[in-house]
């Protein structure tokens, strides 16, 4: 239902969803692109369970509940509708949102599980973070969490989670090697500088590479004034290499997760095939200022 443009905004419930001519309604959806529409439509929608079944705590974090969780599911909706090319265009469009958010903000940056009325950290950050903790617990683990949360705290019997609530039923669900990813994705405010230095390739027979890789990966904490600090590292980071296969179509050679604890470091992987692209965090997850240095061609 089209409401005109003398309100702003965009919601749902049962049997109903009304949308401002503001807000996306007349959007041309590009083939390929984003189809905003549908985004903010199925984010509407979501609303019916975060926000009216299960309504947070009028505390510091409440939007963490009500929105950035909306906005997962309508990225899962998106993801799963439009597929994988979609979802590189949500974050690319998330992660703008969120470093350009940052930079305007005239108080304070908060972490998410206390981020209040500051939309590029509940819907930009929120997004990516939720995506992240999908990426490396699984999208089922995230459900399991999701779904006690919908059980524990029934609006209707005025049973209200905090974050906090929401973050304990992920942790849950999150093995011990990956706690430290919840932390930082919920409770603090983490960059990542991942780059790839060098690479050199060498053919020690047929069908046997050798691949070197030199690496970067710094860590980062905002302190209370916003800047950047660095911080240690003991992190997960994906690495993927890719070639070429007899028709000329890219082929992954390797795609898995390496632990990180030094800022500097060299790899060294065995392949079948010549390399012809690495990437480091080949899902752009990890909130990285820079994604140009994450990826180098031979
Ligand atoms: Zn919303």
Known sequence: MEIPRLHDFAMSVPNTIAFSEAMGFMTKSEQGGLNVPFYITAHEVAHQWWGDQVR??????????????SHYAAGIVTLEEFGEESMRHIIQY????????????????????????????????????MMALRHYISEDSVNAALRRVIRD????????????????????????SLQYLVTDLFE???FLENRIQNASSKSLSAGNYELT??????????????????????????????????????IVLHRQMHKFDTTTSTLTLN??????????????????RNLDDNEWRF
């Open 56 to 69: 947070g705590a009028i505390v510091k974090g409440e939007a963490m509940i009500a929105e950035t969780l």
């Open 213 to 250: 890789i030199d690496l970067l990966t710094e860590k980062y904490e905002a302190d209370s004034e916003g800047l950047l600090q660095p911080t240690s590292i003991n992190d997960w980071i994906e690495l993927a290499v890719y070639g070429v296969d007899a028709n000329g179509s890219e």
């Open 94 to 129: 998330e992660r703008g949102r969120y470093l350009k958010g940052r930079k305007r903000e005239v108080q304070n940056e908060q972490p998410l599980y206390k981020a209040e009325s500051q939309s590029y950290i509940h819907y930009g950050k929120g997004l990516i973070n």
């Open 188 to 190: 603090r405010i983490i």
């Open 271 to 288: 392949l079948t095939t010549a390399p012809t692209r690495i990437v480091i965090d080949p899902a752009s997850i990890l909130m990285d």
């Open 153 to 176: 705290f029934p609006a209707s019997q005025g049973i209200y989670p905090s974050s906090l609530d929401v973050i304990g039923e992920f942790r849950k669900s999150t093995p011990d």
